[in-house]
């Protein structure tokens, strides 16, 4: 990661030798194999491997050697360069991993080295060996949590449980509804809304695979699980069966079946929208808005800055839950040296696959 007051920048492509690090400190993080990207573009077309020369490691500076990066959509995106905050370039890839205290400052006494952290910020970087921050920029975990998962838990399993907590007040015996329920976050609404007693209604696109897909969420804790097709009915509540009718949707497709999640909700419900997948618009009817007093929100876990309480506090929860076997989802760990095919099936070029996890 480029530190505030690292010595270095990252190598050119186009530079003939690797650039030079002046004026070292007694102390500094050993060098650093990084992924690397020059210019947006492509994502497999523009990133590269890269050596990072060492860095000063401050008095208050933490030296992490990373475990385990997830190779994330929005990762995807900011190296393109359609994400709304485009990262500077030259840039490092990834904004969420797990890592291993290596090294510390003179003036560190919360961190020691052996300690496991992520970060306590959103920064980028963690497609890296080695990365340099202030100690307050990380956070300290329970060793004893499953690897992928602590590398994994701050963007999609957070995500879901804000959505769950932050905009309505459910209590058990609630009914929550959602579409794009087989992604990560999906999944983790599920089993969260399980954990508290809420049901969920799942919706899913129709394609091969489709019973086994709804097998496998009713074993995660899903109460319904419907096609887009099944729900091209006059009157989809009649499918709710002793459900209480959904106060909270969720909407992270957009298109018709956002539609779809907004017919389910009840009376003053509201539905959260989080992605886009299918990249068409939200249309909502008016019926929906005066009779129904139905809310639309927003939700971008990047610009929500919670307090370090509250995000320290999720955290705890949610990887207690994974140590457990209380949340869980599938992932595929592959070798850093192999990012480059990691990257194409997170790019979705070799059909569906799991969360690609970098390990280093």
Same mark, same amino acid.
């Given at each position: ?61 933490? %030296? /992490?050697?990373? $475990? =385990? ?6 990762? +995807? !995106?900011? &190296? ?107 999944? %983790? /609404?599920?089993? $969260? =809304? ?6 969920? +209604? !799942?919706? &899913? ?29 006059k009157c989809v509540k009649n499918l709710l069966d002793d459900l209480p009718e959904p106060l909270l949707g969720l909407n992270c497709v957009g298109g018709n079946a956002a539609t779809m999640v907004v017919k389910f909700l009840k009376q003053g419900g509201t539905m959260v929208t989080y992605g886009g997948m299918s990249k068409k618009p939200i249309t909502i009817s008016t019926t929906s808005f005066i009779f129904k007093d139905i809310s ?16 320290? %506090? ?47």
């Amino acid at each position: 990661m480029l530190s505030q007051h690292s010595h270095f920048i990252v190598p050119s492509c186009h530079d003939k030798q690797t650039s030079s690090v002046v004026n070292f400190p007694a102390v500094v993080s050993p060098p650093s194999t990084a992924v690397v990207y020059d210019q947006h573009g492509p994502p497999d077309t523009v990133t590269r491997f890269a050596e990072i020369p060492p860095m000063e490691i401050n008095e208050n500076d933490v %030296c /992490v050697r990373m $475990l =385990a990066a997830p190779i994330n959509p929005a990762d +995807i !995106n900011r &190296i393109e360069g359609v994400y709304p905050v485009r990262p500077p370039v030259p840039g490092i890839g990834g904004w969420e991993g797990v890592g291993e205290v290596h090294t510390v400052g003179s003036t560190v006494k919360v961190l020691s080295p052996g300690d496991w952290v992520i970060h306590s910020a959103y920064l980028p970087g963690t497609w890296q060996t080695y990365v340099v921050e202030d100690q307050s920029l990380w956070y300290k975990i329970d060793k004893s949590t499953p690897i992928e998962y602590a590398a994994t838990v701050s963007v999609n399993p957070l995500s879901a449980l804000r959505m769950l907590e932050d905009f309505v007040a459910l209590k058990p015996g609630d009914t929550i509804v959602q579409n794009g329920a087989t992604s990560i976050v999906g999944q %983790c /609404v599920i089993q $969260l =809304a399980r954990v508290r007693g809420i049901h969920s +209604i !799942n919706i &899913i696109r129709d394609k091969p695979g489709s019973d086994e897909i709804k097998e496998k969420l009713m074993k995660l804790g899903a109460d319904k699980v419907l096609t887009e097709s099944e729900l091209e009915v006059k009157c989809v509540k009649n499918l709710l069966d002793d459900l209480p009718e959904p106060l909270l949707g969720l909407n992270c497709v957009g298109g018709n079946a956002a539609t779809m999640v907004v017919k389910f909700l009840k009376q003053g419900g509201t539905m959260v929208t989080y992605g886009g997948m299918s990249k068409k618009p939200i249309t909502i009817s008016t019926t929906s808005f005066i009779f129904k007093d139905i809310s639309l929100k927003g939700y971008w876990l990047q610009e929500k800055k919670l307090d370090k309480a509250q995000y320290r %506090c999720s955290i705890d929860y949610l990887l207690a839950l994974a140590r457990a076997g209380r949340l869980k989802y599938e992932m595929e760990m592959v070798p850093f040296k192999d990012f480059h095919t990691a990257l194409e099936r997170a790019m979705g070029k070799h059909g569906s696959r799991r969360k690609q996890v970098l390990k280093f």
